[in-house]
């Protein structure tokens, strides 16, 4: 009784070291099959710009692709034992709480994928370019940096601080809404989780634009005095920073709440 309603540190270290036990090998695998991918594509497209054109933007995009696509997929795979009535069942038998479970999955699937990808792919960029660039002389340009200008060549952007906040919780979002739908959804998570996401926003923004047209909100509304108290491009990345990060919040908590269930 008291492990499942308590934290234990310790008890999480337990946790994760089963839990790389009994996956090690699909770990391996994952790994090899996320490196040859980025190898591969890598390699496609400095042969579309025949390696001499290449720059360090493309890696750029390539980096945003497979960090937001992968992710999203890593991220709807969390909870993988809920995936069968078994393992399911074993899983929740594990002397551990609800929450040490949940921060397991969470660091797992979100906090340290984040922080592992850049490197990963920092790393496997890198080396590809290295060894291109040994078989192809011509691609020049073949190191990659974070710290690069980027798709901004340098220019500063007014109110960059709050529309990084923006961006950043925009990212956290498809991360946590995946990661929530794998907590709630037993079978093609992602996919249901995507239809949820699409008949939600669809049903908000049906219901915005009969709110609008039904009080004829146009008639009243003074361009310069913007929107309510949004008033510059400075509020509206506070107000949408803010905003995605309290749906962010409230998904998480959706997620806990959903393993407790299951648990009860």
Not at 28 to 34: D, N
Not at 191 to 209: D, E
Request: aromatic letters at 18%.
């Amino acid at each position: 009784m008291e492990t499942k309603y308590t934290f234990s540190f310790q008890r999480l270290v337990l946790l994760t070291k089963h839990s790389l036990i009994i996956n090690k090998k699909l770990i391996g695998i994952t790994l090899a099959a996320l490196i040859g991918m980025m190898v591969l594509v890598l390699v496609f497209f400095q042969t579309m710009e025949d390696f001499k054109s290449w720059q360090n933007r493309y890696y750029e995009t390539i980096f945003a692709f497979f960090f937001f696509a992968w992710g999203i997929i890593y991220s709807s795979l969390s909870f993988p034992a809920f995936r069968s009535k078994e393992k399911s069942i074993a899983y929740l038998m594990l002397p551990a709480s609800s929450s040490e479970k949940f921060v397991f999955e969470l660091l797992s699937r979100i906090v340290i994928y984040i922080l592992f990808m850049p490197l990963l792919f920092w790393t496997v960029a890198n080396l590809e370019g290295a060894i291109v660039h040994q078989f192809v002389p011509k691609l020049t340009n073949y190191r990659f940096s974070f710290t690069d200008p980027g798709f901004t060549n340098g220019t500063p952007i007014e109110n960059e601080g709050w529309l990084a906040f923006a961006f950043v919780q925009g990212g956290l979002f498809v991360f946590i809404a995946a990661f929530t739908g794998a907590s709630h959804f037993t079978k093609s998570p992602l996919l249901k989780t995507m239809a949820g996401l699409s008949m939600i926003a669809a049903g908000y923004g049906l219901f915005t634009y009969l709110v609008v047209k039904g009080t004829n909100i146009e008639a009243y509304h003074n361009a310069n005095k913007g929107v309510f108290f949004i008033r510059n491009e400075h509020d509206a990345f506070i107000f949408i920073g803010f905003g995605i990060m309290v749906i962010n919040l409230c998904l998480l908590s959706i997620a806990f709440f959903r393993l407790k269930e299951k648990e009860a």
